[in-house]
Nanobody, 126 residues
Framework: QVQLGESGGGLVQAGGSLRLSCAAS????????RGWFRQAPGKEREFVAA????????YYADSVKGRFTISRDNAKNTVYLQMNSLKPEDTAVYYC???????????????????WGQGTQVTVSS
């Protein structure tokens, strides 16, 4: 079992920044990568970013490229999502998740993830 806890969400004006954190505990050695997803009301959960265990591979959704940066601190078992130049359309509940799949091409798919956090709300006002 892996337990994930997100923090750092909140209310911010358009153009502002937030940094989300995802702390993990438990059998974290079984996870190959960690990802961030988001879900807005009435919409499906969508991929945001993912990072491999070593941090050497990162993936981003086109909608956040150049604005969001995913990073990790393995000593703290924590993954971060730095979000800059936020837009109202970034408003959603943000979830982190872990996957045991070693294939980066699969990290876009929610079904490939084994464990999920409870989520943290991000609201961007216009």
């Amino acid at each position: 079992q892996v337990q994930l806890g997100e923090s750092g969400g909140g209310l911010v004006q358009a153009g502002g920044s937030l940094r989300l954190s995802c702390a993990a505990s438990g059998r974290t050695f079984s996870s190959y990568a960690r990802g961030w997803f988001r879900q807005a009301p009435g919409k499906e959960r969508e991929f945001v970013a993912a990072i491999s265990w070593g941090g050497g591979s990162t993936y981003y959704a086109d909608s956040v490229k150049g604005r969001f940066t995913i990073s990790r601190d393995n000593a703290k078992n924590t993954v971060y999502l730095q979000m800059n130049s936020l837009k109202p359309e970034d408003t959603a509940v943000y979830y982190c998740a872990t996957t045991s799949s070693p294939y980066g091409s699969s990290w876009y798919q929610p079904l490939k993830y084994d464990y999920w956090g409870q989520g943290t709300q991000v609201t961007v006002s216009s």
